[in-house]
């Protein structure tokens, strides 16, 4: 690319937008260096030192991707998914660290692989729906879409990881809507996952049996085919208590927590609970950097990654948490418009996808720290830490910064 060239290209980059994202990542080494500020060793021993080695990388990374033309990302997109079906799977060659199949150790360092999952599995469906007119996504046509996010979806809840295959998992419905799909072809995927999760209540599986005719006859299917429909959704109702008892024992105490967290608090609500104390005890504008005894006393657990939130919190205060929301909130709602804006399909596509994962990570985050939802293991982009997950966060910043930008194919 001659100079002029790139100079154009560069002509309407979007400084506003990598300045939110940085300062996202400022509180973020704001909030570690607090955490590691009392912990033993020498400094560059420290999360915030890491992190920082990390994010020159991953602000590399970002615009290598800002660079890459578009047709090279669409032409190697089932490439890039296959390379990382091979990297989920590699952990379970490996020794288990921490118990799981997550990671892979090399030269000292250790990679999630899980986290290159979640872009290539987004590049691969938008490759897949913009190779395909709107009006020709029928049910079978939309079951490959299907068929790519399942495969790592399962495999990572195998690990077991159940909090990135929901992320993995989150784009798929919105993705095939964005890319044409009849609202009508979607709820007969959904539904059945609807049965399931209101057969555990009575009264809610009553209220959706209810809502299920009325939907099916709006819908006018055949007769035989609305039966079938509606009978195969009640009797997934009934199979509740089998799809209960696949769950680990850990996961059934964290729903259980969540929905009366008395019952066990110095056990599985523990998290939950310490995560409140210090949000609350933080008020409008904190204790300050360093002064949360919350977080320095050791009471919130896994303070560096999912539960960062909430000592943020708690030393910086209500304000500077309501502050970084408005900041995600506005860079996902511009991600959409940039996405609805977008002439290219494929672009379109791929901003949506991730446009969506950055809301799931963020909503997850957010509410488990406040116990809305049951605690998952999942970190807040740009600011938790962790090498891998920051790498992908700024692969998926680099796709939302050439938003602006001319195409370079």
Known sequence: MSKATRQGYLSNFPVHVLLAILFLVG????????????QPGTWYQHSYAKQGLFLGLALSLAFLVVFIPLSKIHKYAYGLYGLAIIGILIPFLLPKVAGTHRWITLMGMQFQPAELAKIATVVAVARYLSDRKPDSLNIPALIPAMVLVLIPTGII????????????FAPLLPMLFWGGARPYHLFLFIGPVISILTAFHSISFT????????????SR????????????NLFLGLLSPYFWSLLKPYQQDRILTFLNPEKDPLGAAYQIIQSQTAIGSGGLFGKGLGQGTQTHLKFLPVQESDFILSVIGEELGFITIAVVLIVFTWIILRTVRKSYESKERFTSLIL???????????FVNAAMTVGMIPVKGLPLPFISYGGSF????????????????????
């Open 27 to 38: 509180i973020g080494l704001a909030a570690l260096y607090s955490i590691g500020s009392n």
């Open 157 to 168: 809840a195998k690990q077991p990881d159940l909090g990135t295959s929901i992320i993995i």
């Open 207 to 218: 209220v959706w049996g209810l809502l299920l005719l009325v939907i099916i006859y709006l």
């Open 221 to 232: 299917p055949t007769i035989i085919t609305g039966v079938v429909l509606y009978f195969s």
């Open 352 to 362: 949506f996808g991730f446009s969506i994962i950055l809301l799931a990570h963020v």
């Open 390 to 409: 920051l790498l992908s966060s700024f692969v998926m910043a680099g796709f939302i910064l050439r938003a602006d930008l001319n195409p370079m194919d």
